[in-house]
C-alpha cells in the first residue's frame, strides 16, 4: 500500500497550468505544512488581512482566484501526485534559528511516532532577492540583499544537518531535503536561461520592484506572466512554480537514492 505523503515548506514568510504528473495517484494523500507560499487558500474564512480570493490573484488559474497567493497554482499544486508567523524579535538570529530546529524536530518525531515515513523538507528560499526586501532594504539595482540570503543560510544549513541525523536514527522513514536555496537562487540569477525577463519586479504590487505594496484588486498585473519570476512582493509566478515543481519530482535532489519526489513516492 503507498505510503503517506508529507511535505514540509520551511518558510519564514507569509511565504494554472496543468500538473506534469500523470497517471493514477501514488499516494493516497499529500499533507502539506507551510506559508502562503503553498496555501490554497485556508486563510479565507480567518479575520485577516491575509487573503488573496479576490482579482487579479488567480488570473490564469482555471478557477479564478481561489486564495493562492499567485497568479496561478503554487509549487504543490504543480507537484500534487494528481491527488502565523513566529515573531523572531525576542532572539538573535543564532538563537531563534536553533529554536526552529528544536521545534519543527520535535514535531518531526511525533509525525514519525504517529506512522509518517516519507518526508519531503524543503529548506528556506533566498528571500534577499524578493521584491520585498528590494524595496525595503533599498536595492538600487535590484541585487538580492546578501545578509538577508545569509540568515537564510544559517537556518538550511541546520536543518540539513537535522535530516541526516533523522534519516540515520529513524531507519524505518526517509527524509529527502530539498535545497529550495541553491536551485531558485540559480534561476533568479540566470532568469534568461529559463525564459524570463524580469527577475526582481513583481508582475503586482506597489512602490520600489512592486515590492511595497500587496497585489491589491486596484493594481493591473503584468500581462506577460511567465516572463516574471515574482508575482508579488512576496510570492514567484505560476511559470516559475512549474520549474521548481518539475526539478523537484524529476531532478536530482540529492546525490543518494531517492534522489527526487518521484522515486520517494515509489520507494
Known sequence: MASLFFFFFCQLLLGLGRSFVAGAGQVPAMFVFGDSLVDPGNNNQLLTMAKANFRPHGIDFPEGPTGRFCNGGTVVTKLQCNNTRTKSFEYTPEAFTNL????????????????????????????????????????????????????????????????????????????????????????????????????????????????????????????????????????????????????AYQGNLQASFPRNVQQLVES
Not at 541525523?165 to 534561476?187: I, R
Open 100 to 247: 526552529l530546529i528544536q521545534q519543527f524536530g520535535r514535531q518531526l518525531k511525533d509525525l514519525y511516532d504517529l506512522g509518517a515515513r516519507k518526508f519531503l523538507i524543503v529548506n528556506i528560499s533566498p528571500i534577499g532577492c524578493i521584491p520585498s526586501q528590494l524595496a525595503l532594504q533599498g536595492s538600487d539595482k535590484g541585487a538580492c540583499v546578501e545578509s538577508v540570503n545569509q540568515m537564510a543560510s544559517v537556518y538550511n544549513r541546520k536543518l540539513k544537518e537535522m535530516v541526516d541525523q533523522y534519516n540515520e536514527l529513524l531507519k524505518e522513514s526517509t527524509f529527502l531535503y530539498w535545497d529550495v536555496f541553491s536551485f531558485a537562487f540559480n534561476v533568479i540569477e540566470n532568469y534568461a536561461n529559463y525564459g524570463f525577463k524580469n527577475q526582481n519586479t513583481a508582475c503586482c504590487g506597489g512602490g520600489e520592484w512592486n515590492g511595497r505594496v500587496l497585489c491589491l484588486p486596484v493594481f493591473s498585473p503584468c500581462q506577460n506572466r511567465s516572463e516574471y519570476v515574482f508575482w508579488d512582493p512576496f510570492h514567484p509566478t505560476d511559470a516559475f512554480n512549474v520549474i521548481m515543481s518539475k526539478e
